[in-house]
């Protein structure tokens, strides 16, 4: 492998790996505690399950492709993953051995490059006011709620009529395929698998979270910090996603964003503001990771 950087300190990679460590460690301890106890979480279960990235490999720093770590027999002991699968090692040296990325690794980091890139260059569209989580138990029974441990806020008739008294813009396919049969034809739009590149925007909440997504299928090519980032902006966008949905939470501290009133539809559109102005340099930044996996030798 040739390289124009000189390998990271011992002592440097490894307060990353403990810093990773500190920061996404005490949400994937829970998930797996929760789920050796048989309960759930409606809000944090979601980074688990939907995107189903092993909470034992968030927990597991890697550097990104092209980045070199000094090694010693000690560093190595106390992460032992790190010369598994991917790890090359050549005199007291660590990398990601390039040789191994496959072309649908690297097709799937074009994609995602140039779907970070056309979010980017696209104006944000700020006024769905997550009415996503509301269109996918528009006139459901109680039995086919997907949260029905908990309450919903609104009596079912009241919330479909709320539903449709609203107009619905939801432009991201994997939300849009969620809603109910009858929520379907309230959407002005139509959001496809094969139209998401023309679709997403960096306003919607679950663009921004999808960072996570690709982040973690690109693993370990861009690097556990870029994973850890993407970690945190989507469990934040999860939580505004929950407290501005139709479910009481209150008990569990999820104080609901009301969207059902003026003032709650300003209140989201702010916080979705903020998290869309948080995304724009991590979406820069697994942008340029694409391009590394793609160049990559």
């Known amino acids: 492998m040739t390289g124009v950087h000189a390998p990271l300190a011992i002592t440097d990679w490894t307060q990353r790996a403990a810093d990773h460590a500190a920061r996404v460690g005490p949400w994937a301890d829970a998930f797996v505690d929760r789920r050796s106890r048989g309960t759930k979480h409606p809000v944090h279960d979601f980074l688990f399950t939907y995107y189903s990235f092993a909470p034992g490999k968030l927990k597991q720093w890697m550097p990104p492709v092209g980045e070199r770590l000094e090694i010693d027999d000690a560093s190595l002991a106390s992460h032992p993953w790190l010369p598994g699968r991917w790890g090359k090692t050549e005199g007291g040296v660590l990398y990601l051995d390039a040789s191994l990325l496959d072309h649908r690794t690297r097709?799937?980091?074009?994609?995602?490059?140039?779907?970070?890139?056309?979010?980017?260059?696209?104006?944000?569209?700020?006024?769905?006011?997550?009415?996503?989580?509301?269109?996918?138990?528009?006139?459901?029974?109680?039995?086919?709620?997907?949260?029905?441990?908990?309450?919903?806020?609104?009596?079912?008739?009241?919330?479909?009529?709320?539903?449709?008294?609203?107009?619905?813009?939801?432009?991201?396919?994997?939300?849009?395929?969620?809603?109910?049969?009858?929520?379907?034809?309230?959407?002005?739009?139509?959001?496809?698998?094969?139209?998401?590149?023309?679709?997403?925007?960096?306003?919607?909440?679950?663009?921004?979270?999808?960072?996570?997504?690709?982040?973690?299928?690109?693993?370990?090519?861009?690097?556990?910090?870029?994973?850890?980032?993407?970690?945190?902006?989507?469990?934040?966008?999860?939580?505004?996603?929950?407290?501005?949905?139709?479910?009481?939470?209150?008990?569990?501290?999820?104080?609901?964003?009301?969207?059902?009133?003026?003032?709650?539809?300003?209140q989201y559109q702010l916080e979705q503001q903020r998290l869309a102005e948080r995304s724009v340099p991590v979406r820069l930044s697994l942008r340029e990771a694409c391009t590394r996996i793609v160049a990559a030798e």
Not at 203 to 225: E, F, I, Q, R, T
Request: hydrophobic share 40%; charged share 25%.
């Open 107 to 266: 097709d799937l980091a074009k994609f995602v490059g140039e779907l970070c890139e056309r979010i980017a260059g696209r104006a944000p569209r700020l006024r769905c006011f997550g009415l996503h989580e509301w269109a996918m138990v528009y006139r459901q029974t109680p039995e086919e709620v997907r949260h029905n441990a908990h309450a919903l806020r609104m009596a079912p008739d009241d919330l479909a009529a709320f539903i449709e008294s609203q107009s619905i813009n939801c432009s991201h396919y994997d939300a849009y395929r969620f809603f109910t049969p009858g929520a379907r034809p309230l959407n002005s739009l139509n959001p496809q698998l094969e139209t998401r590149l023309d679709m997403e925007q960096g306003a919607c909440l679950h663009a921004n979270m999808d960072l996570y997504k690709w982040a973690s299928k690109l693993w370990p090519w861009v690097g556990s910090d870029l994973v850890a980032e993407t970690f945190l902006l989507a469990l934040e966008g999860r939580d505004l996603d929950m407290r501005a949905s139709p479910y009481d939470l209150a008990a569990m501290g999820y104080e609901p964003v009301r969207i059902e009133t003026e003032e709650g539809r300003k």
